[in-house]
């Protein structure tokens, strides 16, 4: 229902891919309540997520102030998926161990990233100029804001769950899908395949770090190289790309951290913690 509602979107019946989200919030809520299966409070983000993203700016003018308007709300059903135990602060990432070792690979991937999704949109800047203050309005908007909220909901939420139910690989490639298809607004399939391929490396990403700040940075400086670099400076990007992805394979190699496969095990809940 949710990727159906997505197409309707898709295909420009906005008014019908609203009612579909919104029946799909009330069936998933009415699941939770009668039935004790803890995906489905994590399923309740993405509906909620998309009727508050397409209602806000009903209200406020869309521009890079209001972005926080539009997702500061989902702060409040992230943290009572937290306090009540659906997603434990483990599985959602929330540790700063690794941070400052996988800071550059997160800083390159996220640069990379937002130079090809460009590529796709050719999206101009987000912000009038490039002065101090509104280059720091930007980056903290869309790290703070974006970046963390959507990464809870597709990876520390989303992508734990389905692992959980479906197996590692395919709760990857299945998160990964929505999380494409929940861009479904700009109207392109280039751009829903895109994201798609995104969402399989911030979910790589996940399982290497297992830190939900490391992905919240990556994803949020896709966004900063979307709205702002790749457009107004494309040149720099070889040097916001280049530079920190040796800076990490040196330190990598010096420091022997990197392990020799990913495991995604470790987004995987103990027998004892399991989801029902």
Do not use: C
Request: cysteine-free; overall charge positive; charged content about 10%.
């Amino acid at each position: 229902m949710i990727l159906f509602g997505e197409l309707l979107i898709f295909l420009g019946n906005m008014k019908g891919g609203m009612m579909v989200h919104a029946l799909t919030l009330i069936l998933i809520i009415l699941l939770s309540i009668y039935i004790d299966n803890k995906i489905y409070p994590a399923l309740i983000l993405l509906p909620l997520f998309r009727l508050l993203n397409v209602a806000m700016p009903v209200f406020f003018h869309l521009t890079v102030y209001s972005y926080s308007l539009v997702y500061a709300p989902m702060f409040i059903p992230i943290y009572f998926l937290l306090k009540q135990g659906t997603i434990s602060p483990s599985q959602a990432g929330l540790t700063t161990k690794g941070f400052w070792f996988y800071l550059p690979l997160a800083v390159a991937v996220g640069f990379a990233l937002g130079w090809g999704e460009q590529n796709i949109l050719q999206s101009g800047t987000l912000i009038p100029d490039s002065g101090f203050r509104n280059v720091m309005i930007l980056s903290l908007t869309m790290i703070v804001f974006v970046g963390f909220v959507e990464e809870f909901i597709f990876r520390s939420a989303l992508q734990t769950v389905m692992e959980t139910r479906l197996g590692s690989v395919a709760g990857l490639l299945i998160t990964s899908i929505i999380f494409g298809f929940m861009h479904s607004g700009y109207h392109l399939p280039l751009e829903i395949a895109y994201v798609s391929f995104a969402g399989v490396v911030f979910g790589l990403m996940f399982w290497l770090t297992r830190s939900l700040l490391v992905i919240s940075l990556a994803h949020g400086i896709t966004n900063i190289s979307l709205f702002l670099v790749a457009p107004a400076y494309p040149a720099m990007l070889i040097y916001f790309i280049g530079i920190p992805a040796l800076l990490f394979l040196l330190y990598a190699s010096l420091s022997g951290r990197l392990p020799r496969k990913l495991d995604p095990r470790g987004l995987i809940p103990r027998r004892d913690e399991g989801l029902s």
